[in-house]
């Protein structure tokens, strides 16, 4: 069963930085697409960035050239490095595991990010 357990959340000022971690296990983790979503109060969950295995990430507009996503594989592990926060980025953000052989998807339990203007 695959556990995904993130960290790194907070309270920062509009400019300031976070750096998201998330710890997969429970898997093979070789072939995978990993990433980040958010949800910000009542709206919809949506895509922030995703990295293969293979290191190509992609990253949603309002994101781009901000944040910086990563990933460790020998730890199984994937980052989200948030520079310039703005007070749109408050939201809960959840990791994501897509496994592309079984096509089955994880999600952690999601860690609070607030960024104050």
């Known amino acids: 069963q695959v556990q995904l357990v993130e960290s790194g959340g907070g309270l920062v000022q509009a400019g300031g930085s976070l750096r998201l971690s998330c710890a997969a296990s429970g898997s093979d983790f070789s072939s995978t697409i990993m990433g980040w979503y958010r949800q910000a109060p009542g709206k919809q969950r949506e895509v922030v960035a995703i990295?293969?295995?293979?290191?190509?990430?992609d990253y949603a507009v309002p994101v781009k050239g901000r944040f910086t996503i990563s990933r460790d594989n020998s730890e199984n592990t994937v980052y989200l490095q948030m520079d310039s926060l703005k007070p749109g980025d408050t939201a809960v953000y959840y990791c994501?595991?897509?496994?592309?052989?079984?096509?089955?998807?994880?999600w952690g339990q999601g860690t609070q990010v607030t960024v104050s203007s």
């Open positions: 994501y595991v897509l496994n592309r052989v079984t096509m089955k998807t994880s």
């Open positions: 990295i293969a295995s293979g290191g190509r990430a």
